[in-house]
Every structure is written in C-alpha cells, then in structure tokens.
C-alpha cells in the first residue's frame, strides 16, 4: 500500500539551506518563492534543523541562503534519533563520517516526529526515500505538488 503524504499546512516541514541558494534551477527557485509566501501568509511553517544553523558559518554557504535562513525557527533535538544510523543508509558504501552532516540534518528533522524534509540534494532523496515511514524527504516542487493536492481535496 502506497503510503500517503501528511498535509504540509499541518505537518512539520524542515529544510536544508541548499533550497535558499541562489544558483538552483529556475523550478525550483520560483517553489521556493512560493514556499516562503505561504509562510508569511501564514499557511505553513518551514523550521530549520538545529544541524543546519551550523553551515551557515561556512564560507561555501552562498550569501542568499545565509540571508534567508536567518528569519526562520531552528528545532532542537528532542528525541535520541540515532545519527549513525541516519549516516549509515546514507553513506552505503561510502567512507565513513564521509556524510555525518547531512545524516544529522535528518536525524534533527525526525527528532521533531517527521513531516517533511525538503532538499535539493539528490544523493539524501535517492538513499532516504525510504529510510523512514515519517519523514517524506521531497523538493521544493513536490511540496508544493503536495500542499496543492490537499488543498484541492478540501474543496
């Protein structure tokens, strides 16, 4: 049975820095425009996972997703999501410690009971697509497609 998406007017949505960047793919750029409207209209809530506010001090963190993450709310960690584990799907084969940072962006977005993460990062879409029955990790496009959908369903 194909699981169904929480309605993101009612759901937790975190999201990664990545989306606020100013070099993605004009799609994606005009839903994340769309994204941050609904929030300042009220109609959803996007928080950042406590990991994210970390990278923000990097110097590769380009200055619009800096800029934009400032005004948002930071969860804390409040469940003992185990972040190796997280990392362990993530990395498969790979190097170990190799993607502990995005493993704990994951693990801080579940410790809040899931929602959505929304992500442009290909590589946490394609091995976490099912990692967990909470937590649906989408881009900034399918969001929106899922916001649409339940509100269509509502009328």
């Known amino acids: 049975m194909k699981r169904r998406s929480p309605d993101p007017r009612y759901a937790r949505v975190s999201v990664d820095s990545m989306i606020f960047d100013d070099h993605i793919v004009p799609e994606q750029a005009a839903a994340v425009r769309r994204l941050v409207e609904l929030e300042d209209a009220g109609e959803i809530l996007l928080v950042m996972p406590a990991s994210v506010k970390g990278e923000l001090d990097h110097p590769n963190t380009s200055a619009a997703a800096k800029a934009a993450a400032i005004d948002h709310i930071y969860t804390i960690r409040i469940d003992p999501i185990p972040v190796a584990q997280v990392e362990l799907a993530l990395r498969g084969n790979g190097e170990p410690g190799r993607h502990l940072k995005d493993a704990t962006h994951i ?30 990790i989408v881009t900034p496009v399918e969001l929106l497609a899922a916001y649409d959908r339940h509100l269509s369903e509502e009328t």
């Open 107 to 136: 693990a801080d977005a579940l410790s809040g009971g899931g929602g959505y993460f929304v992500t442009l990062d290909g590589r946490i879409r394609t091995r976490l697509a099912n990692f967990n029955d909470q937590l649906w």
